[in-house]
């Protein structure tokens, strides 16, 4: 039941995080974050390399969001079905708020990926099912409880299967817990606090995923002694860790061997961001990748490779889309006409409506159907920003709806769709926010071309006018928020009207070679194939490495 491929002198991987989005039929997701540790376990699996996953079997999942008659988004939350889930009979506790939390364990490795199993409070009869309920749903608490769950739950899962895992890659701040727990099993085995924190850094490696204050939380110390969280440890000893307020971000620094972002620009950028503190090591650059084998269509793939004809399966990718819209938002969109897709998660700071910042330039295009653009999003069900965002969206739906479509409820299925039916990929986050996005990447593959600011990976593999659009970058000295928008607004429409609008009506040649070019670009550099060597090349075998040559040391 619980075997697991080891490859030839690769150490063993144990990767925590919060969500995982392998397939829309196990919806434990809400965006990129899962998306990413999705495609890295399919990777994972592809290669053969030694990896383990562990996360939270969400009971009603994230969020299924529609809009309403009034063009307002509002939630709606189901229980889930699991049913091909294994059920591996195996459970774990955690002492959370004066109880012992009881978790049942399930299996997932069905789904192309390297096995993930799932940690679950939810199970019928369970009185704690409020804990593992939703993602990122809830209150304070429950967010701290499921961390729990995943962290010191995840390390003591780890031990019943008999898993010796030699590296614990924490995918963001939410498994610091784990941290925590491995402290506590040393310190238990005598060591003292201070030596069992610099044996543990030795075995954890940590990567952070977003530069937005929102996505680096942190949490009262009062909160996380009311729930248990300290796992035996003191205030000062948790202080030393995390700080105070208690920085989850801070901690997973602290106690990793190694750190990474996920570009080359966000790696330089959580260095300015988090380089000043005492205890932290470099933070290095890894960049995304995303897998192919789920968002590259194969005929393209093919076709490239072998040198064929690839505009005639674009087309016929762009009419599925242009056939799912008629079908959901009953607007027949046109074939011949540009179409743009916006597909992310609904942040204020990724920019959604900037298209529509100047309505007087924008506005003959969309009235004549020049120019086509599809949105689908999705915003945290408490984001009253983001939710307002999408209702101005509908609004511009409403207003053009010939030419502007929103669609609802995204997910993989949709995203898929979009990747790979639409002719241009719009990506307009303010820099340096954007930490990877890749959506984008799932685009280029596709020989969708990205028209984008230079943020995250972009930077790394767009070059403008050749396979894809970078809007102008700023010469001079810092943007405010309202100067770099407007600035970017101008360079947008000047970059659209002017170079991507008259190459698509005027140059297809030139146009396929782009998308050509593009493809070429991003199916290796941009790929979770790269991705996951990189991880295991430049951070778990190093890693391991150090903590032999340590033990050795204190052998001789």
Excluded at 214 to 236: F, I, K, P, R
Excluded at 411 to 438: F, H, Y
Excluded at 504 to 513: G, I
Aim: glycine fraction near 8%.
């Amino acid at each position: 039941m619980f075997n697991y491929c080891i490859g030839p002198g690769l150490p063993q991987v144990a990767y925590f995080c919060m969500e995982y989005g392998l397939s829309t039929s196990l919806p434990i997701y809400s965006g990129g974050l899962g998306i990413l540790a999705g495609d890295y376990l399919k990777a994972a699996r592809d290669l053969g390399r030694p990896v383990v996953a562990i996360g939270i079997l969400w009971r009603q999942g994230y969020t299924n969001q529609y809009i309403d008659q009034d063009g307002q988004p509002y939630d709606t939350f189901a229980e889930q079905n699991f049913n091909d889930l294994e059920d591996t009979g195996v459970t774990v506790q955690v002492r959370i708020r004066g109880e012992d939390v009881v978790c049942k364990v399930w299996r997932c490795d069905t789904l192309g990926n390297a096995p993930l199993y799932l940690l679950d409070a939810g199970y019928p009869g369970s009185p704690h099912a409020w804990m593992t309920r939703r993602l990122y749903g809830g209150e304070k608490q429950d967010r701290v409880a499921a961390e729990m769950i995943l962290g010191i739950g995840g390390v003591r899962l780890l031990r019943v299967l008999g898993i010796d895992a030699e590296v614990y890659h924490f995918n963001e701040g939410h498994a610091v817990f784990a941290g925590v727990e491995l402290i506590r099993e040393k310190m238990n085995a005598g060591l003292s606090f201070d030596h069992a924190w610099n044996e543990t850094r030795h075995q954890v490696v940590f990567t952070t995923h977003t530069p937005v204050a929102a996505g680096n939380e942190v949490h009262d110390h009062a909160l996380l002694q009311h729930m248990e969280a300290y796992n035996s440890l003191t205030y000062d000893q948790m202080r030393d860790l995390g700080g105070d307020p208690f920085s989850m971000t801070v901690a997973g620094l602290r106690l990793s061997f190694m750190a990474n972002g996920v570009s080359k620009l966000h790696g330089r950028t959580a260095q300015r961001m988090w380089g000043h503190l005492e205890s932290i090591p470099l933070i290095f650059s890894i960049t995304n990748g995303v897998h192919s084998g789920t968002w590259q269509d194969p005929r393209m793939k093919e076709a490239f490779e072998k040198r064929k004809d690839i505009w005639s399966i674009h087309m016929d990718n762009k009419r599925k889309l242009i056939d799912y819209i008629e079908k959901y938002n009953k607007v027949k969109l046109r074939e011949d006409a540009l179409l743009i897709g916006f597909a992310r998660r609904a942040a204020e700071y990724k920019r959604g409506d900037l298209i529509f910042r100047n309505t007087a330039i924008i506005e003959p295009y969309l009235a004549t159907g020049r120019i086509q653009i599809v949105f689908s999003s999705k915003a945290h069900p408490n984001d009253g920003m983001g939710k307002a965002l999408i209702a101005r969206l509908v609004q511009f739906e409403k207003k053009y709806p010939n030419s502007v479509i929103f669609i609802e409820n995204y997910n993989m299925d949709i995203a898929k769709l979009l990747v790979q039916g639409c002719d241009i990929w719009l990506n307009n986050p303010r820099r340096p926010q954007e930490a990877s996005g890749t959506s984008g990447m799932k685009a280029a593959m596709n020989g969708v071309l990205n028209l984008s600011v230079e943020d995250g990976w972009v930077g790394e593999g767009v070059q403008s006018g050749i396979n894809g659009w970078l809007l102008d970058f700023h010469p001079g000295e810092a943007l405010s928020e309202h100067e770099q928008d407007e600035w970017d607004m101008q360079s947008l429409y000047r970059v659209l009207l002017q170079e991507v609008v008259p190459t698509y009506y005027n140059d297809r040649k030139r146009w396929v070679e782009m998308m050509i070019l593009s493809i070429d670009m991003s199916r290796w550099q941009f790929s979770a194939h790269r991705m996951c060597r990189e991880y295991f090349d430049l951070m778990y075998t190093p890693t391991v490495n150090n903590a032999r040559n340590l033990l050795a040391q204190e052998t001789v």
